[in-house]
């Protein structure tokens, strides 16, 4: 079998799902330090708008209104928040080993800085920080969760550095 237009594709945005939309943004823009490129706003149910349609297209028609803003880190990935009146408040149970999205992973050398701003603005610590490497690279990394249950990681450095072969050795 042929390989035929086999290039990575950049990652554009990933969309999370919040209970409460000012609180994410605040959270995330003042612990993450992500720029708001759309801030919060309201999104209805109307076929006669492009927007509405898309949502009636994704969402199908067991909805009437939700809010929605765009945040990006400072590689340019999108964050698309989502807070829908209906639905749960809490994030599902912690469990890996379904599939489904397991986590997403932010970068930070100063791991023990970022975790301190996470764990004060009513997020948590899932783990003691651990080393990839010990005594070959100064690799760290660590699983947290945001203020609302959603889980994700910190690396200390780049994920091509974390598993290539052949970084920080001698």
Known sequence: ??????????F???????????KAVDFYSEVMGWYTIM?????EKDPDTAIG??????????????EIAHMSTSDGVGIEL?????GKKEAPAFNPFNTGLFHFCVQDPDIEGLIEKIVAKGG??????????PEEK????????????????????SYELTYSSGAYSE
């Open 124 to 133: 948590k610590q899932r783990m003691p920080i651990r080393e990839y490497y």
């Open 12 to 22: 554009s945005h990933i969309g999370i799902t919040v209970p409460d939309l000012q």
């Open 39 to 43: 801030k919060p706003a309201k999104v």
């Open 82 to 86: 989502f807070s829908f009146s209906k």
């Open 138 to 157: 100064p690799f760290k990394m660590c699983y947290v969760e945001d203020p609302f249950g959603i889980v994700f990681e910190i690396y200390t450095h």
């Open 53 to 66: 349609q898309m949502c009636i297209d994704v969402f199908g028609n067991d909805w009437e209104e939700f």
């Open 1 to 10: 079998m042929k390989k035929e237009n086999a290039y990575p594709r950049s």
